[in-house]
């Protein structure tokens, strides 16, 4: 399959300290980026994308940095809050329309 | 405005039968896409429709098919199950064609015994 890993890295944050998600995304070519949140039993949720003519974008608490020199994407959460433990997965699109790759996914979890 | 709706939403069937999945996407997104989740290979792109046609295909063997609807409505098929496609089934659907953001549902959890 395209989507390898599957031994996920954990980040172990405290609550209201800002977390930084890395992701190596596969191909130079990908020129649309997205990040979701996968909660237990749900399907993921949009956190926040952007495109490969930008190399930065904010949202509401986050903000995702793209290096594509190094086909690196990172997503930053400021003051992380206990809602925020999930798995966070970054998806690039390598072909026209909308077939998204997926990383493996790293969980979060927040201490209180 | 509702989002992304997935029936059923459990499934549990044994080795050689077949089943069919359905999603409703978000209204007036026309672009479904499917995708499976699992332990061991994480999420995967099976494949995707617009406008009731498959766009693109994933590397998935041919008894995963899918079909969508007039209505943008989609349903994917696995005929002679597996053990293996024990998976989450997860849609996600898009306003456009091309490179949209895609809203996921709630995703089909399937057992194959």
New interface residues.
């Given amino acids: ?6 031994h996920l890295p954990t980040l172990s944050v405290q609550e209201g300290d800002n977390s930084i998600i890395n992701c190596a995304y596969s191909n130079s070519a990908s ?2 980026f ?1 990040w ?1 949140k996968q909660e237990s ?6 956190i926040i ?1 952007i ?1 490969s003519n930008m190399d930065k974008r904010q949202g509401q608490r986050v903000t995702v940095l793209l290096n594509k020199t190094v086909k690196h994407l990172s997503l930053q959460i400021a003051a992380t809050q206990p809602g925020d433990s999930a798995v966070y ?1 970054c ?1 690039e ?1 390598l ?11 790293t969980i979060l979890r927040v201490k209180s | 405005k509702a989002g ?1 709706t997935q029936t059923p939403r459990y499934l549990i069937k044994t080795r050689g039968q077949q089943v069919t999945l359905s999603c409703s996407p978000i209204s007036g997104h026309r ?1 479904v ?1 499917w ?1 499976q989740q699992t ?7 099976l494949f ?1 429709y ?1 406008s009731e046609t498959q ?2 295909k ?2 998935f063997p041919g008894r995963f098919s899918g079909r969508q609807f007039s209505n943008s409505r989609s349903e994917m098929n696995v005929s002679t199950l597996e053990l293996g496609d024990s998976a989450l089934y ?1 849609c ?1 659907s ?1 306003s456009l ?11 089909t959890r399937l057992l194959v015994l």
């Fill in positions: 399959g395209e989507s390898v890993g599957l020129d649309y997205i979701y039993g749900k399907g993921p949720q949009f994308d495109r997965f998806a699109t072909e026209y329309g909308n077939k998204l790759v997926f990383g493996a996914g | 992304v672009s896409s995708y332990p061991g290979q994480g999420l995967q792109f995707e617009f766009r693109n994933g590397n997860l996600a898009s064609a091309g490179k949209e953001t895609q809203y996921f549902g709630p995703g």
